[in-house]
C-alpha cells in the first residue's frame, strides 16, 4: 500500500483510536485530579478560567491518589483482585492445558467438532454462565445434592459467597479465553516432533513435559493474560458470587461510581489499575501479540 | 543372516490400501533402499518398524525379536524424519543429546558421543545454534546426527536427501556411505530417485501401490527387471510389445507389431507359443548401425539431446514406433551422434534385452 | 495413526461436562412449572408466557439487537482500516503506538473501559442514550475485529494483490475486487463476535447507555440480584438457543469461525 491511499487510511484508523480509545484513558487521567462536588458534572474542573482573567488557573488535587495509597480498603481490594485472579488463572490454565492436549489427540474426523464445542460458551452471555454457575453451587443446587446423596458431606457446603465461589465463578467464566490459546499453539506443534522424541527412547509423559510444554509455551502466556486480565477487573462474578467482605477492585469501583458518586476517586483507582495491567502486558506484547508483523 | 524381517505386513488408512502385504528380509549390515514413485507405501512401511502405526496384518521381527508389542520408544531404531523433526527449542546439541539422555548416560559420556556424531556429520563448532539458524543441508545432518548418536541396531531414513540441491546431494551420498563403512550399521533407506538408491544400496526393493515388485542388487534390477513397471520405473526402457512367436536355442522370437518384424531376446525359461510377452530394451543398450547384431531396424531421427556424458537420441521407426538411444560421446569432436533427419539402422543383442511376461 | 487413549477421552468429557452441565441445567430447568429453581415439578412453559407478558423485557431485547447490529457494522469497519493499517502500511512513525491502541482494549477490563467512555462522553457533554451504547460498544469490540481480520490478511498471499496492481487496479479497487473476497469469512467471523460481544455485555452497557436504552443484560442482572428466578432461565434459554443457532449454521456456511488450521491461517 503506498502514496495517498496509505495516508488517508492510517488517518481514518487514527481518528477512531484517538477518538474512542485514547481519549477516555486521557479524560479519566484529568478527571483523577479534581475534586469531588456536588453538581452536573460531580468534579471540578482541571482548569479554572477566572472572570476574564488570562491564563486560566490550573487546580491539581493529588488527594484521590493520596487517598487510594492511605485507605485500607482500597490496598485490601487491589492486592484480593490479584490473587483470586492469579489463582483463577492457575486453575483456569491447569484444566485448559490437558484438555486443549486431549483435543489436539482426538481422531482427526472429531477436532472440527470439538473446536466448534469449545468456543460456543464464549459466544454465550457470560452473566447467564455466571448464573448458571450459580445455580449449581447453591445450598440446594445439584453440586450440593449429589454429595449429600453420595454421603460425602452431611450438611450443603457453603460455597457462594465465599473466594471459593468467587474462583470457580471466574474459572468457569474464563475457561474458553484460556482453552483457544492453549489449543491454537498445541495444535501448531508438528506431530514428527513427539515421535521423534519417542523414536529416541523418550516416554509420552516426559514428551509432553520435555517437547509440548516448552514448545506451546508462548500461547500458554497468551491464555494466561486473557483470563488475569479480564479477571482483575471483574466485576459480575464477585458482586453476585462473593460474600459481602470480599474485596475486589471491580466491585470496589463500581460502588464508588455508582453509590458514592465519587467520580474523581474512581477515576483515580481505575488509572492505578490500569498502570498495574498494563505493565506486565508491555512486557510480554512483543512476544504475544505483535509477532510476525514487523516485516510490512 | 537375517536382520529385520517383514512377513506380509499390511496397513490400510480407512478405504486406502498404504502396504499391502509386504515380505521383506534385510541383512545385518546392509543399505537397503526402498524405491517406488510418491505414494506407493515407503514412509508407511518405514513407520511399521519405527512402531509409529500398528500393522493390520503381518510380524516384523527384528534381531530375532518381535517387535509388534513395543512402542516406538522402547525399538533400537532411529529414525531420520522427511521433515527431519528437529527440537525447534533446543540447540544441535541438545537435539543430538536428546536420545543420549533418554537412555540416561551420564554428562560426561554424553558429551563426548555428542561430540564425536558431530565431528562424523562434520558440524563441528555449531552446537549451540539453534535450528532456524542452519541452513537446509545443516539441519539435514543434524538430522542425521541425532539418528545416529545412539548407535541404533537400525537407522531408518526417510527421503534423506530429498530437501538437498544436486551437487549437495551427491556429496552427501558419498558422506552416507562412509559413515556407514565406519559404523557398521544396518541402513533402510527410503527414496524416489533411482540414482540415489542405486549409489547407496547394496540391495534396493521396488514398491508399487503398496507390494513389493522386485527386490535385487541395484544392478540386476536395472538389466533384469522383472516387470514393465520395474523397467519402466528404473531408467528408461524400450518395449516391444507382442506375442510368442517360436523358441529354440535360449532365443525367444517375439513377433511385434511395433517393431514390424520378429525380435529375437534370450530368455532361459520355456513359453509357449501365443503367450503375451514384451521385449525390454535400456536406451544405452540400443547401437547405431545394426552389423552384428541379432535384430536391427531401419528408422529415421527425429530429435537429439546432447546431454554431457552420452547424447540422447529420438527414432522413429517405419511403424510410427518411437525408440530412445543413448550413445555415449567418445570423441570431443562430437563426430558420433547422427543430425535430426539422417536415416539410421539401429540394433541390439538378443543378450542385452530382457523378456517381461508381467 | 495415534489411537485416542482412555485417559484423553475422559479428560474431553470431564471437561466439556464442567463447561456444559451449568448451561444443560439452566435450560432444563426454564421448562420447570414450580417457582422454585432446585425443586422439579413437572414440564411447563409457564415461564417463557411470563417473559412475552413482560414488556419491559421484550423493549430491553429490541434495544439490545439494534445495537448490537449498529455498533457490529461500525465495528467491522473500523476494526478492518486499523487491520489494514497493521498489515500493510509498513513502517510509519507510531506504529508501535498505533498497535498499542488497536489491541488496548482487549487488555483492559470492561470496567475500566465502561468507566472511561461514560467520563468521555460526560465531558463532551453527549446525552446518555441509544448513540453512546453503540459508540461505546463499537470502540471496543472494534479490537477484536482487528485481532481476527489481521491474522487472516497476513496469512493472504501478498504478492496476489501486487498481482492485482501490477495488472492497473488502483488500491481501492484491489481492496475491494481482491483483498475483501479472501478475507471476507474472516470479516463475517469479525462481525459476528462483535455483535455477540455487544449482546452479552453488563458492565459497559451499565455505564454509557441512558435512560430509555436499557440493555437486556441490565435488565437481567437486577432480576437475578433481586433472586434467581425461572423466568431468567427462560430467557437465558432463549439466548443461549439463538446463538447455538447462528453459530452452528455460521461454522457450516464457512469455516472462517475457527480460528487456526480450518481457516488456513498460518498465523
Ligand atoms: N495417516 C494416513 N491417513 C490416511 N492415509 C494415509 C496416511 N498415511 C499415508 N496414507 C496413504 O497411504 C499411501 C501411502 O503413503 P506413504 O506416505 O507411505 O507414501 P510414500 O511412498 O512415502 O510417498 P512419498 O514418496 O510421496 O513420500 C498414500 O496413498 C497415502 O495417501
Ligand atoms: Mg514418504
Same mark, same amino acid.
Given at each position: 500500500?503506498?502514496?495517498?491511499?496509505?495516508?488517508?487510511?492510517?488517518?481514518?484508523?487514527?481518528?477512531?483510536?484517538?477518538?474512542?480509545?485514547?481519549?477516555?484513558?486521557?479524560v479519566?487521567?484529568?478527571?483523577?485530579?479534581?475534586?469531588?462536588?456536588?453538581?452536573?458534572?460531580?468534579?471540578?474542573?482541571?482548569?479554572?478560567?477566572?472572570?476574564?482573567?488570562?491564563?486560566?488557573?490550573?487546580?491539581v488535587?493529588?488527594?484521590?491518589?493520596?487517598?487510594?495509597?492511605?485507605?485500607?480498603?482500597?490496598?485490601?481490594?487491589?492486592?484480593?483482585?490479584?490473587?483470586?485472579?492469579?489463582?483463577?488463572?492457575?486453575?483456569?490454565?491447569?484444566?485448559?492445558?490437558?484438555?486443549?492436549?486431549?483435543?489436539?489427540?482426538?481422531?482427526?474426523r472429531?477436532?472440527?467438532?470439538?473446536?466448534?464445542?469449545?468456543?460456543?460458551?464464549?459466544?454465550?452471555?457470560?452473566?447467564?454462565?455466571v448464573?448458571?454457575?450459580?445455580?449449581?453451587?447453591?445450598?440446594?443446587?445439584?453440586?450440593?445434592?449429589?454429595?449429600?446423596?453420595?454421603?460425602?458431606?452431611?450438611?450443603?457446603?457453603?460455597?457462594?459467597?465465599?473466594?471459593?465461589?468467587?474462583?470457580?465463578?471466574?474459572?468457569?467464566?474464563?475457561?474458553?479465553?484460556?482453552?483457544?490459546?492453549?489449543?491454537?499453539?498445541?495444535?501448531?506443534?508438528?506431530?514428527?516432533?513427539?515421535?521423534?522424541?519417542?523414536?529416541?527412547?523418550?516416554?509420552?509423559?516426559?514428551?509432553?513435559?520435555?517437547?509440548?510444554?516448552?514448545?506451546?509455551?508462548?500461547?500458554?502466556?497468551?491464555?494466561?493474560?486473557?483470563?488475569?486480565?479480564?479477571?482483575?477487573?471483574?466485576?459480575?462474578?464477585?458482586?453476585?458470587?462473593?460474600?459481602?467482605?470480599?474485596?475486589?477492585?471491580?466491585?470496589?469501583?463500581?460502588?464508588?461510581?455508582?453509590?458514592?458518586?465519587?467520580?474523581?476517586?474512581?477515576?483515580?483507582?481505575?488509572?492505578?489499575?490500569?498502570?498495574?495491567?498494563?505493565?506486565?502486558?508491555v512486557?510480554?506484547?512483543?512476544?504475544?501479540?505483535?509477532?510476525?508483523?514487523?516485516?510490512? | 543372516?537375517?536382520?529385520?524381517?517383514?512377513?506380509?505386513?499390511?496397513?490400510?488408512?480407512?478405504?486406502?490400501?498404504?502396504?499391502?502385504?509386504?515380505?521383506?528380509?534385510?541383512?545385518?549390515?546392509?543399505?537397503?533402499a526402498?524405491?517406488?514413485?510418491?505414494?506407493?507405501?515407503?514412509?508407511?512401511?518405514?513407520?511399521?518398524?519405527?512402531?509409529?502405526?500398528?500393522?493390520?496384518a503381518?510380524?516384523?521381527?527384528?534381531?530375532?525379536?518381535?517387535?509388534?508389542?513395543?512402542?516406538?520408544?522402547?525399538?533400537?531404531?532411529n529414525?531420520?524424519?522427511?521433515?527431519?523433526?528437529?527440537?525447534?527449542?533446543?540447540?544441535?546439541?541438545?537435539n543430538?543429546?536428546?536420545?543420549?539422555?533418554?537412555?540416561?548416560?551420564?554428562?560426561?559420556?554424553?558429551?563426548?558421543?555428542?561430540a564425536?556424531?558431530l565431528?562424523?556429520?562434520?558440524?563441528?563448532?555449531?552446537?549451540?545454534?539453534?535450528?532456524?539458524?542452519?541452513?537446509?543441508?545443516?539441519?539435514?545432518?543434524?538430522?542425521?546426527?541425532?539418528?545416529?548418536?545412539?548407535?541404533?541396531?537400525?537407522v531408518?531414513?526417510?527421503?534423506?536427501?530429498?530437501?538437498?540441491?544436486?551437487?549437495?546431494?551427491?556429496?552427501?551420498?558419498f558422506?552416507?556411505?562412509?559413515?556407514?563403512?565406519?559404523?557398521?550399521?544396518?541402513?533402510?533407506?527410503?527414496?524416489?530417485?533411482?540414482?540415489?538408491?542405486?549409489?547407496?544400496?547394496?540391495?534396493?526393493?521396488?514398491?508399487?501401490r503398496?507390494?513389493?515388485?522386485?527386490?535385487?542388487?541395484?544392478?540386476?534390477?536395472?538389466?533384469?527387471?522383472?516387470?514393465?513397471?520395474?523397467?519402466?520405473?528404473?531408467?528408461?526402457?524400450?518395449?516391444?510389445?507382442?506375442?510368442?512367436?517360436?523358441?529354440?536355442?535360449?532365443?525367444?522370437?517375439?513377433?511385434?507389431?511395433?517393431?514390424?518384424?520378429?525380435?529375437?531376446?534370450?530368455?532361459a525359461?520355456?513359453?509357449?507359443?501365443?503367450?503375451?510377452?514384451?521385449?525390454?530394451?535400456?536406451?544405452?543398450?540400443?547401437?547405431?548401425?545394426?552389423?552384428?547384431?541379432?535384430?536391427?531396424?531401419?528408422?529415421t531421427?527425429?530429435?537429439?539431446?546432447?546431454?554431457?556424458?552420452?547424447?540422447?537420441?529420438?527414432?522413429?521407426?517405419?511403424?510410427?514406433?518411437?525408440?530412445?538411444?543413448?550413445?555415449?560421446?567418445?570423441?570431443?569432436?562430437?563426430?558420433?551422434?547422427?543430425?535430426?533427419?539422417?536415416?539410421?539402422?539401429?540394433?541390439?543383442?538378443?543378450d542385452?534385452?530382457?523378456?517381461?511376461?508381467? | 495413526?495415534?489411537?485416542?487413549?482412555?485417559?484423553?477421552?475422559?479428560?474431553?468429557?470431564?471437561?466439556?461436562?464442567?463447561?456444559?452441565?451449568?448451561?444443560?441445567?439452566?435450560?432444563?430447568?426454564?421448562?420447570?412449572?414450580?417457582?422454585?429453581?432446585?425443586?422439579?415439578?413437572?414440564?411447563?412453559?409457564?415461564?417463557?408466557?411470563?417473559?412475552?407478558?413482560?414488556?419491559?423485557?421484550?423493549?430491553?431485547?429490541?434495544?439490545?439487537?439494534?445495537?448490537?447490529?449498529?455498533?457490529?457494522?461500525?465495528? *467491522?469497519? =473500523?476494526? /478492518? @482500516?486499523?487491520?489494514?493499517? !497493521?498489515?500493510? +502500511?509498513?513502517?510509519?512513525? $507510531?506504529?508501535?503506538?498505533?498497535?498499542?491502541?488497536?489491541?488496548?482494549?482487549?487488555?483492559m477490563?470492561?470496567?475500566?473501559?465502561?468507566?472511561?467512555?461514560?467520563?468521555?462522553?460526560?465531558?463532551?457533554?453527549?446525552?446518555?442514550?441509544?448513540?453512546?451504547?453503540?459508540?461505546?460498544?463499537?470502540?471496543?469490540?472494534?479490537?477484536?475485529?482487528?485481532v481476527?481480520?489481521?491474522?487472516?490478511?497476513?496469512?493472504?498471499?501478498?504478492?496476489?494483490?501486487?498481482?492485482?496492481?501490477?495488472?492497473?487496479?488502483?488500491?481501492?479497487?484491489?481492496?475491494?475486487?481482491?483483498?475483501?473476497?479472501?478475507?471476507?469469512?474472516s470479516?463475517?467471523?469479525a462481525? *459476528?463476535? =462483535?455483535? /455477540? @460481544?455487544?449482546?452479552?455485555? !453488563?458492565?459497559? +452497557?451499565?455505564?454509557?447507555? $441512558?435512560p430509555?436504552?436499557?440493555?437486556?443484560?441490565?435488565?437481567?442482572?437486577?432480576?437475578v440480584?433481586?433472586?434467581?428466578?425461572?423466568?431468567?432461565?427462560?430467557?437465558?434459554?432463549?439466548?443461549?438457543?439463538?446463538?447455538?443457532?447462528?453459530?452452528?449454521?455460521?461454522?457450516?456456511?464457512?469455516?472462517?469461525?475457527?480460528?487456526?488450521?480450518?481457516?488456513?491461517?498460518?498465523?
Open positions: 500500500m503506498t502514496g495517498r491511499a496509505r495516508t488517508v487510511t492510517i488517518l481514518l484508523a487514527f481518528a477512531w483510536l484517538a477518538a474512542l480509545v485514547l481519549a477516555p484513558f486521557l479519566v487521567a484529568k478527571i483523577s485530579l479534581a475534586e469531588v462536588v456536588i453538581g452536573r458534572p460531580p468534579f471540578t474542573a482541571l482548569l479554572e478560567w477566572g472572570e476574564g482573567a488570562m491564563p486560566p488557573a490550573l487546580r488535587n493529588w488527594g484521590n491518589y493520596a487517598l487510594l495509597f492511605g485507605d485500607a480498603l482500597y490496598l485490601e481490594a487491589y492486592l484480593g483482585s490479584l490473587r483470586l485472579a492469579a489463582i483463577a488463572t492457575a486453575v483456569a490454565l491447569a484444566i485448559a492445558v490437558p484438555l486443549a492436549h486431549a483435543m489436539t489427540r482426538a481422531p482427526a472429531w477436532r472440527p467438532a470439538l473446536l466448534v464445542l469449545a468456543i460456543l460458551p464464549f459466544w454465550t452471555s457470560s452473566l447467564i454462565r448464573y448458571a454457575w450459580i445455580g449449581i453451587l447453591g445450598a440446594d443446587g445439584p453440586l450440593n445434592r449429589i454429595l449429600q446423596w453420595l454421603g460425602i458431606i452431611d450438611a450443603p457446603l457453603a460455597i457462594l459467597n465465599t473466594d471459593i465461589g468467587i474462583v470457580s465463578g471466574l474459572v468457569y467464566s474464563y475457561l474458553p479465553f484460556a482453552l483457544l490459546p492453549v489449543y491454537a499453539s498445541l495444535v501448531r506443534i508438528d506431530p514428527a516432533l513427539g515421535e521423534a522424541a519417542a523414536d529416541l527412547g523418550c516416554r509420552p509423559l516426559k514428551s509432553f513435559f520435555r517437547i509440548t510444554l516448552p514448545l506451546a509455551l508462548p500461547g500458554i502466556l497468551a491464555a494466561g493474560l486473557l483470563v488475569f486480565i479480564p479477571a482483575v477487573g471483574e466485576f459480575v462474578v464477585p458482586d453476585l458470587m462473593g460474600g459481602s467482605d470480599t474485596l475486589m477492585i471491580g466491585k470496589t469501583l463500581w460502588t464508588e461510581f455508582f453509590t458514592n458518586r465519587d467520580w474523581p476517586l474512581a477515576s483515580a483507582a481505575t488509572v492505578l489499575l490500569v498502570l498495574l495491567l498494563v505493565s506486565p502486558v512486557v510480554l506484547e512483543r512476544r504475544l501479540f505483535l509477532r510476525g508483523e514487523g516485516r510490512a | 543372516m537375517t536382520f529385520l524381517s517383514l512377513r506380509n505386513v499390511a496397513k490400510s488408512f480407512g478405504g486406502v490400501t498404504a502396504v499391502d502385504g509386504v515380505s521383506l528380509d534385510i541383512e545385518r549390515g546392509e543399505i537397503f526402498l524405491l517406488g514413485p510418491s505414494g506407493c507405501g515407503k514412509t508407511t512401511l518405514l513407520r511399521l518398524v519405527a512402531g509409529f502405526e500398528q500393522p493390520d503381518g510380524a516384523i521381527r527384528l534381531d530375532g525379536q518381535d517387535i509388534a508389542p513395543l512402542p516406538p520408544y522402547r525399538r533400537p531404531v529414525m531420520m524424519f522427511q521433515s527431519y523433526a528437529l527440537f525447534p527449542h533446543m540447540t544441535v546439541a541438545g543430538i543429546a536428546f536420545g543420549l539422555k533418554q537412555d540416561r548416560l551420564p554428562a560426561g559420556e554424553i558429551g563426548a558421543r555428542v564425536e556424531v565431528k562424523l556429520v562434520r558440524l563441528e563448532g555449531l552446537e549451540a545454534r539453534k535450528p532456524h539458524q542452519l541452513s537446509g543441508g545443516q539441519r539435514q545432518r543434524v538430522a542425521l546426527a541425532r539418528a545416529l548418536a545412539k548407535r541404533p541396531k537400525l531408518l531414513l526417510d527421503e534423506p536427501l530429498a530437501a538437498l540441491d544436486r551437487k549437495l546431494r551427491e556429496e552427501t551420498q558422506e552416507l556411505l562412509a559413515i556407514h563403512r565406519r559404523l557398521s550399521l544396518t541402513f533402510v533407506i527410503v527414496t524416489h530417485d533411482q540414482e540415489e538408491a542405486m549409489t547407496l544400496a547394496q540391495r534396493m526393493a521396488v514398491m508399487d503398496g507390494r513389493v515388485a522386485q527386490v535385487g542388487a541395484p544392478r540386476d534390477v536395472y538389466e533384469h527387471p522383472a516387470s514393465r513397471f520395474v523397467a519402466g520405473f528404473i531408467g528408461t526402457a524400450n518395449l516391444f510389445e507382442g506375442t510368442v512367436a517360436g523358441q529354440d536355442n535360449g532365443l525367444v522370437r517375439v513377433q511385434s507389431p511395433a517393431a514390424g518384424c520378429a525380435v529375437a531376446v534370450r530368455h525359461g520355456t513359453l509357449s507359443a501365443g503367450t503375451a510377452a514384451c521385449v525390454a530394451v535400456r536406451p544405452e543398450k540400443l547401437r547405431l548401425g545394426d552389423a552384428g547384431c541379432d535384430n536391427g531396424f531401419a528408422a531421427v527425429e530429435e537429439v539431446a546432447f546431454r554431457g556424458e552420452a547424447t540422447l537420441c529420438r527414432a522413429r521407426l517405419a511403424t510410427g514406433h518411437a525408440l530412445t538411444l543413448s550413445l555415449p560421446n567418445r570423441a570431443r569432436a562430437g563426430g558420433d551422434a547422427p543430425r535430426a533427419g539422417a536415416a539410421v539402422r539401429i540394433g541390439f543383442a538378443a542385452d534385452a530382457v523378456l517381461l511376461t508381467s | 495413526m495415534r489411537r485416542a487413549g482412555i485417559l484423553p477421552t475422559l479428560l474431553l468429557l470431564a471437561g466439556f461436562a464442567l463447561l456444559y452441565l451449568p448451561i444443560v441445567a439452566l435450560v432444563v430447568y426454564s421448562f420447570n412449572d414450580g417457582r422454585l429453581v432446585s425443586v422439579w415439578s413437572g414440564w411447563s412453559l409457564r415461564w417463557y408466557r411470563a417473559l412475552w407478558d413482560n414488556r419491559q423485557m421484550l423493549d430491553s431485547a429490541a434495544v439490545t439487537l439494534k445495537a448490537g447490529f449498529v455498533s457490529a457494522t461500525l465495528a *467491522l469497519v =473500523a476494526g /478492518t @482500516l486499523a487491520a489494514i493499517v !497493521l498489515a500493510r +502500511a509498513g513502517r510509519f512513525a $507510531g506504529r508501535s503506538g498505533f498497535a498499542g491502541l488497536v489491541y488496548l482494549p482487549l487488555v477490563p470492561e470496567i475500566v473501559l465502561g468507566l472511561s467512555l461514560l467520563l468521555l462522553f460526560v465531558e463532551l457533554d453527549l446525552d446518555r442514550g441509544f448513540a453512546t451504547l453503540v459508540l461505546g460498544h463499537a470502540g471496543f469490540s472494534a479490537a477484536f475485529v482487528a481476527v481480520v489481521h491474522s487472516r490478511l497476513v496469512a493472504v498471499d501478498r504478492s496476489i494483490e501486487e498481482a492485482a496492481m501490477d495488472l492497473g487496479a488502483p488500491p481501492l479497487k484491489t481492496f475491494l475486487w481482491i483483498t475483501a473476497p479472501m478475507i471476507a469469512p470479516m463475517v467471523a462481525w *459476528l463476535l =462483535a455483535f /455477540t @460481544l455487544s449482546l452479552d455485555d !453488563l458492565v459497559i +452497557a451499565s455505564f454509557v447507555t $441512558g430509555g436504552a436499557t440493555t437486556l443484560p441490565m435488565r437481567v442482572y437486577s432480576q440480584r433481586l433472586g434467581v428466578t425461572p423466568e431468567i432461565n427462560a430467557i437465558s434459554t432463549l439466548f443461549v438457543a439463538a446463538v447455538a443457532l447462528v453459530i452452528l449454521t455460521a461454522s457450516l456456511v464457512n469455516k472462517g469461525l475457527i480460528p487456526g488450521r480450518s481457516n488456513g491461517d498460518s498465523a
